[in-house]
């Protein structure tokens, strides 16, 4: 069985965001077990990038091969008024819920919620999707180095006592709320993300549906950090004195078990997705995952 995975989203602006990381890590542990081989060789190929408004599946099946998935959530259609997906993404959807159906042997997701969703919105067997989990990466760990870490808040002048969050800004992740949260607790909040700090700075337009709900907004109260590297979150996980994951729906929410693996407070909504990740007490790593996807190939 010869595997290929489309690296696509490795050398797009994806590469530093979720799609990046699963794409990545996934690849490095598959590694462990196989020989990836390229597309024209493969006897499955997996795709690991879908927006339902854009076409993500082929069109046309290749011959003698198999075709894997990634769905990781399906957001905008849960909250179609603050992701209007115009008259081509909508056609756009109505194609892809058609390929996908006829095209896609297997599609893996990330969580039961995400799972629910896709059956719900594009009509597939539940029997078609896998659940694959989520990890922390291995760089996110506890820091005992006290001088490593009063480096890093001297250079992004982080204060001495503040709630985290990292990530993007749009409208499940319920930032307005978050903010009003540390407003009323008193306790400075400190977002790292690239969109955050192009809000702040009015760099970025808030006229698309996705981002009104940021209008009008007090950040008097929010240090905004812009793309932050892994080495220099890490040190920033240590020293919030919580990380705070606010989100009204999630497909998984990776920073939240980030910010446990580097023995930080967090504070969660109850959601449908963090009881998932959180009660549950699961041990996640990339060898499992990429166990769990082998099997997932072997069986579509």
């Given at each position: 069985?010869?595997?290929?995975?489309?690296?696509?989203?490795?050398?797009?602006?994806?590469?530093?965001?979720g799609i990046?990381?699963?794409?990545?890590?996934?690849?490095?542990?598959?590694?462990?077990?196989?020989?990836?081989?390229?597309?024209?060789?493969?006897?499955?190929?997996?795709f690991?990038?879908?927006?339902?408004?854009?076409?993500?599946?082929?069109?046309?099946?290749?011959?003698?091969?198999?075709?894997?998935?990634?769905?990781?959530?399906?957001?905008?259609?849960?909250?179609?008024?603050?992701?209007?997906?115009?008259?081509?993404?909508?056609?756009?959807?109505?194609?892809?819920?058609?390929?996908?159906?006829?095209?896609?042997?297997?599609?893996?997701?990330?969580?039961?919620t995400?799972?629910?969703?896709?059956?719900?919105?594009?009509?597939?067997?539940?029997?078609?999707?896998?659940?694959?989990?989520?990890?922390?990466?291995?760089?996110?760990?506890?820091?005992?180095d006290?001088?490593?870490?009063?480096?890093?808040?001297?250079?992004?002048?982080?204060?001495?006592?503040?709630?985290?969050?990292?990530?993007?800004?749009?409208?499940?992740?319920?930032?307005?709320?978050?903010?009003?949260?540390?407003?009323?607790a008193?306790?400075?909040?400190?977002?790292?993300?690239?969109?955050?700090?192009?809000?702040?700075d009015?760099?970025?337009?808030?006229?698309?549906?996705?981002?009104?709900?940021?209008?009008?907004?007090?950040?008097?109260?929010?240090?905004?950090?812009?793309?932050?590297?892994?080495e220099?979150?890490v040190?920033?996980?240590?020293?919030?004195?919580?990380?705070?994951?606010?989100?009204?729906?999630?497909g998984?929410?990776?920073?939240?078990?980030?910010?446990?693996?580097?023995?930080?407070?967090?504070?969660?909504?109850?959601?449908?997705?963090?009881?998932?990740?959180?009660?549950?007490?699961?041990?996640?790593?990339?060898?499992?995952?990429?166990?769990?996807?082998?099997?997932?190939?072997?069986?579509?």
């Open positions: 069985m010869k595997v290929a995975i489309d690296e696509r989203p490795l050398g797009s602006g994806d590469a530093i965001r990046g990381v699963y794409t990545r890590e996934l690849i490095e542990a598959l590694k462990k077990y196989k020989v990836l081989s390229n597309k024209e060789n493969a006897d499955i190929i997996h690991t990038k879908f927006n339902p408004f854009f076409i993500s599946v082929p069109f046309v099946k290749p011959k003698n091969k198999r075709l894997v998935l990634t769905i990781y959530d399906l957001i905008p259609l849960v909250y179609p008024e603050h992701y209007p997906p115009g008259l081509g993404g909508k056609i756009n959807f109505w194609i892809n819920k058609y390929l996908i159906n006829k095209n896609i042997d297997a599609i893996i997701t990330i969580s039961e995400s799972k629910k969703d896709i059956c719900r919105f594009l009509g597939v067997n539940p029997n078609k999707v896998f659940l694959t989990y989520l990890a922390p990466r291995k760089i996110f760990k506890s820091i005992t006290h001088r490593s870490l009063i480096t890093v808040r001297n250079k992004y002048n982080l204060p001495s006592t503040f709630a985290l969050y990292v990530g993007d800004i749009n409208y499940n992740k319920n930032i307005p709320g978050l903010i009003e949260m540390c407003k009323d008193r306790i400075p909040l400190v977002i790292a993300g690239k969109q955050a700090k192009a809000v702040k009015k760099s970025l337009s808030l006229s698309h549906p996705e981002l009104q709900h940021l209008e009008n907004l007090d950040w008097g109260n929010v240090t905004t950090l812009g793309f932050v590297p892994d220099d979150l040190a920033i996980y240590n020293l919030a004195d919580v990380y705070i994951q606010p989100s009204l729906y999630e998984f929410a990776l920073p939240v078990l980030e910010a446990k693996a580097c023995e930080t407070w967090v504070i969660a909504t109850r959601i449908q997705t963090h009881v998932e990740v959180l009660e549950n007490n699961r041990k996640y790593s990339w060898d499992k995952t990429a166990k769990e996807t082998l099997d997932v190939y072997k069986n579509c």
